[in-house]
């Protein structure tokens, strides 16, 4: 009996996703965003998990994001709970480009907080795609408890998810200049200082806040 057209097409695709050779794969994930096909939604999102090429992580979302958010964002959300650290970083890097808010509830405390810097910045940048309109005074609260995380990277997405949900996060900023962790102080400066200054680079804020801090003020902006 003759497999039908789509079947073999399904499976070319389900070998070509799991070759040893990267550029196949990513072929194979570029004809399944090209045609896309439910049935291989499944494996796009176990495939996202365990990548380990950042061109096919990025051409399997591309794929994911040809499909129907309704099929999608489930099993999107389903792997946050996962405890593969790049199976959450990637769920979130995919929900944050899928934009559908039904996927907020998801964003919890811990991804926000979660102690893998990777999924932490993913969530970052998911939460302020997918927050509600009300909730962003909420969720700078939390984005907050993360100032002087991590390296210059880290920090600099902090800075730009806090930017991003606006003049929500004058307070936030105001009472962490006056944090007891110095490191803490400095980050919150340079964000406010990227927040009146976009084009202000963050490696001057910074080093700039690090200085205000050691001479013991606050800021040039109070």
């Known amino acids: 009996m003759t497999m039908p057209r789509n079947g073999t097409n399904t499976m070319r695709a389900l070998q070509g996703l799991e070759n040893a050779d990267s550029s196949v794969r990513l072929r194979a994930a570029l004809a399944v965003g090209t045609t896309p096909d439910p049935l291989l939604i499944d494996k796009l999102v176990e495939r996202c998990a365990i990548e380990p ?3 096919v992580r990025e051409m399997l979302t591309w794929a994911l994001l ?3 958010s309704s099929l999608t964002v489930p099993k999107l959300v389903d792997e946050l709970q996962s405890g593969r650290t790049q199976a959450r970083s990637q769920a979130l890097h995919t929900l944050s480009k899928i934009g559908d808010r ?3 509830p998801a964003i919890t405390r811990a991804l926000l907080t979660d102690p893998d810097d990777e999924v932490a910045r993913s969530a970052w940048r998911a939460a ?3 927050v509600p309109e009300g909730a962003e005074p909420t969720l700078a609260e939390v984005l907050s408890t993360q100032f002087g995380r991590g390296g210059r990277e880290t920090q600099l997405s902090l800075s730009r998810a806090l930017i991003a949900l606006g003049e929500v996060i004058m307070p936030i900023l105001r009472a962490a200049k006056t944090d007891l962790d110095p490191r803490v102080r400095a980050h919150a400066i340079a964000t406010q200082r990227l ?3 976009p084009d ?4 001057f804020a910074i080093e700039e806040a690090k200085r205000v801090v050691a001479l ?3 800021s040039a902006d109070g």
């Open 53 to 55: 090429e950042f061109q």
């Open 66 to 68: 040809r499909h129907p």
């Open 102 to 104: 039904e996927a907020w």
């Open 128 to 130: 302020v795609v997918l």
């Open 195 to 197: 927040l009146v200054d």
């Open 200 to 203: 202000a680079g963050f490696e």
């Open 216 to 218: 013991g003020g606050i």
